[in-house]
């Protein structure tokens, strides 16, 4: 969903329900994702929608340059798994759970900082 939030942002598209759909089993289809929603290389899917980008792992304490963009990997408490959200400057953009409005704990596990090309 972090993809298409920000396909939905650089490329000024909006995509409903039926669209999110059909693209998650176009990806199953061409090898992009697994049935589970296990992302297996995000890049080709930003590239699909015509963003070229490059992605990396960083420190938690990264706060990414201007032409960067993260999806951070959260750990939501009392939940097994872990959630996507994304996030600039520390400022969550886009959670489909929402869950600091909800008043859910999570913690930021892991960061994927992508450079536009």
Known sequence: MCLHYY???????E???????????????????????FIINPCIILNYYGIRSS??????N??????????????????????????KNKEILYDSLDLKPRGKIFKVTSKRIFKLK
């Open 7 to 13: 396909t939905s942002l650089f490329k000024k598209r």
């Open 55 to 60: 992605v990396r792992y960083e420190f938690l």
């Open 15 to 37: 995509f409903n329900a039926y669209e999110i759909n059909s693209a998650y089993y176009r990806f199953i289809g061409l090898g992009y994702i697994k049935s589970n929603c």
């Open 62 to 87: 990264y706060l990414g340059a201007a032409n960067e963009f993260e999806i951070s990997e959260v750990r939501i408490d009392k939940v097994n798994g872990y959630h996507f959200i994304a996030i």
